[in-house]
């Protein structure tokens, strides 16, 4: 594999116009992985241990009811974020990510990134600010879905 450079991370939204110099220092956290095809990436209730950004494929994520059945809850697509989990307390998955296709991710360790948001606290506010807009935008949608399915849109 080549080593993961700045140059790799542009062109994600999350990190979007960020300085060369702050993608160099998360790069330096991360690795290509290339996940075959009904692989799991990590599973519901594991420790939280990554950060991932798709390069190519997709990914869905799949949660368990506590009766034990899996639900689609969230398709990732090349360029978007997954696993969040891992840089947020408690950092436990809430979820099970699976490749859909033959998936390239980049993974960040979540312990040597959170290292450089500390030591970058300008770095780990925009991309924590910008986590927390996608993770509205996601939650959002869902509302929107499961409003729509209970007809919760009604008024009377």
Not at 12 to 33: F, I, Q, S, T
Not at 45 to 63: D, K, P, T
Not at 127 to 150: G, N
Request: charged letters at 30%; a neutral charge.
């Amino acid at each position: 594999m080549t080593e993961l450079t700045g140059t790799d991370l542009e062109g994600y939204e999350l990190l979007a116009g960020l300085p060369v110099e702050d993608l160099n220092a998360m790069a330096a956290c991360g690795e290509r992985k290339e996940v075959p095809s009904g692989d799991f990436l990590f599973r519901q209730g594991e420790r939280a241990s990554g950060f991932f950004l798709v390069e190519e494929g997709r990914v869905v994520v799949l949660m368990e009811s506590p009766g034990g059945e899996a639900a689609n809850v969230l398709g990732v697509r090349r360029r978007e974020a997954f696993g969040w989990s891992g840089i947020v307390e408690p950092r436990v998955y809430t979820g099970a990510a699976q490749a859909v296709d033959r998936t390239l991710v980049i993974r960040f360790d979540t312990d040597a990134l959170l290292r450089v948001f500390e030591a970058r606290p300008i770095l780990g506010y925009r991309v924590m600010s910008r986590l927390a807009s996608l993770v509205a935008m996601r939650l959002r949608e869902h509302w929107i879905e499961i409003c729509s399915r209970t007809r919760a849109w009604k008024t009377k």
